[in-house]
Protein backbone atom coordinates (compact mmCIF):
# COMPACT_ATOMS: atom_id res chain seq x y z
CA UNK A 1 0.00 0.00 0.00
CA UNK A 2 0.97 3.75 -0.90
CA UNK A 3 -0.16 6.74 0.08
CA UNK A 4 0.75 9.98 -1.68
CA UNK A 5 -0.16 13.56 -0.91
CA UNK A 6 0.29 15.95 -3.35
CA UNK A 7 1.56 19.94 -2.72
CA UNK A 8 2.81 22.94 -3.80
CA UNK A 9 0.36 23.84 -6.11
CA UNK A 10 -1.57 27.55 -6.64
CA UNK A 11 -1.97 30.81 -8.35
CA UNK A 12 0.55 31.95 -10.43
CA UNK A 13 0.58 33.94 -13.61
CA UNK A 14 1.77 33.17 -17.20
CA UNK A 15 5.34 32.74 -17.70
CA UNK A 16 5.51 31.82 -13.97
CA UNK A 17 7.27 28.56 -12.78
CA UNK A 18 5.90 25.97 -10.60
CA UNK A 19 7.13 23.07 -8.67
CA UNK A 20 5.11 20.16 -7.59
CA UNK A 21 6.07 17.96 -5.00
CA UNK A 22 4.69 14.54 -3.72
CA UNK A 23 5.31 12.39 -0.92
CA UNK A 24 4.94 8.73 -0.62
CA UNK A 25 4.64 7.03 2.40
CA UNK A 26 5.78 3.36 2.59
CA UNK A 27 9.52 1.72 2.17
CA UNK A 28 9.04 0.20 -1.36
CA UNK A 29 8.74 4.02 -3.41
CA UNK A 30 11.93 3.02 -5.08
CA UNK A 31 10.14 0.45 -6.96
CA UNK A 32 7.06 2.28 -8.49
CA UNK A 33 7.04 4.28 -11.72
CA UNK A 34 5.53 7.73 -10.68
CA UNK A 35 3.90 9.65 -12.81
CA UNK A 36 2.07 13.16 -12.63
CA UNK A 37 -1.91 13.54 -14.35
CA UNK A 38 -4.23 16.91 -14.82
CA UNK A 39 -7.48 16.97 -14.94
CA UNK A 40 -9.38 20.84 -15.89
CA UNK A 41 -13.06 21.40 -15.31
CA UNK A 42 -15.42 19.84 -17.42
CA UNK A 43 -12.22 17.80 -19.66
CA UNK A 44 -10.94 14.19 -18.66
CA UNK A 45 -8.04 13.52 -17.12
CA UNK A 46 -4.90 13.79 -19.00
CA UNK A 47 -1.12 12.38 -18.97
CA UNK A 48 1.44 14.83 -18.10
CA UNK A 49 4.95 13.23 -17.08
CA UNK A 50 6.14 9.62 -15.57
CA UNK A 51 9.60 8.35 -14.63
CA UNK A 52 10.83 5.11 -13.93
CA UNK A 53 12.08 3.15 -10.89
CA UNK A 54 15.35 4.51 -10.74
CA UNK A 55 15.19 8.15 -12.22
CA UNK A 56 16.78 7.27 -15.45
CA UNK A 57 13.44 6.74 -18.03
CA UNK A 58 11.33 9.54 -18.41
CA UNK A 59 8.00 10.15 -20.65
CA UNK A 60 6.09 13.55 -21.47
CA UNK A 61 2.64 14.32 -22.62
CA UNK A 62 2.90 16.30 -25.96
CA UNK A 63 1.40 19.61 -23.97
CA UNK A 64 4.10 19.89 -21.53
CA UNK A 65 7.48 18.90 -23.42
CA UNK A 66 9.90 20.96 -22.93
CA UNK A 67 8.21 22.97 -20.73
CA UNK A 68 7.92 20.34 -17.27
CA UNK A 69 10.89 18.40 -15.67
CA UNK A 70 9.90 15.75 -13.88
CA UNK A 71 12.50 14.12 -10.97
CA UNK A 72 12.61 12.26 -7.91
CA UNK A 73 14.14 12.01 -4.78
CA UNK A 74 14.12 7.98 -3.83
CA UNK A 75 15.53 8.64 -0.03
CA UNK A 76 13.46 11.01 0.41
CA UNK A 77 10.16 9.09 -1.15
CA UNK A 78 9.76 11.97 -3.04
CA UNK A 79 8.52 12.80 -6.82
CA UNK A 80 8.74 16.69 -8.23
CA UNK A 81 7.36 18.09 -10.87
CA UNK A 82 9.13 21.55 -12.54
CA UNK A 83 6.64 23.35 -14.41
CA UNK A 84 8.07 26.24 -16.33
CA UNK A 85 6.73 28.50 -18.73
CA UNK A 86 3.05 27.94 -17.55
CA UNK A 87 0.12 28.89 -19.59
CA UNK A 88 -3.29 29.57 -18.32
CA UNK A 89 -4.32 26.08 -20.18
CA UNK A 90 -2.00 24.13 -17.67
CA UNK A 91 -4.92 25.29 -15.22
CA UNK A 92 -5.68 21.75 -13.22
CA UNK A 93 -5.64 19.53 -10.46
CA UNK A 94 -2.52 17.95 -10.58
CA UNK A 95 -3.12 14.35 -9.54
CA UNK A 96 0.77 11.97 -8.63
CA UNK A 97 0.66 8.33 -9.12
CA UNK A 98 1.70 4.95 -8.40
CA UNK A 99 2.42 2.27 -10.67
CA UNK A 100 4.31 -0.42 -11.76
CA UNK A 101 5.45 -1.05 -15.81
CA UNK A 102 6.71 1.13 -18.32
CA UNK A 103 4.80 1.95 -19.39
CA UNK A 104 2.95 1.66 -16.35
CA UNK A 105 -0.34 0.75 -14.91
CA UNK A 106 -1.24 2.88 -12.09
CA UNK A 107 -2.30 1.29 -8.78
CA UNK A 108 -2.26 4.16 -6.12
CA UNK A 109 -3.29 8.09 -6.63
CA UNK A 110 -2.99 11.37 -4.46
CA UNK A 111 -5.69 13.35 -3.94
CA UNK A 112 -4.53 16.23 -6.30
CA UNK A 113 -3.39 19.94 -5.99
CA UNK A 114 -4.99 22.98 -7.67
CA UNK A 115 -3.03 24.91 -10.16
CA UNK A 116 -4.19 27.91 -11.32
CA UNK A 117 -2.31 30.40 -14.15
CA UNK A 118 -3.94 33.71 -15.13
CA UNK A 119 -3.28 35.53 -18.36
Known amino acids: QVQLVESGGGLVQAGDSLRLSCAASGRTFSRYTMGWFRQAPGKEREFVAA????????YFGDSVKGRFTISRANAKNTVFLQMDSLRPEDTAVYYC????????????WGQGTQVMVSS
Open 97 to 108: AAGSGWPAVYDY
Open 51 to 58: ISWSGGST
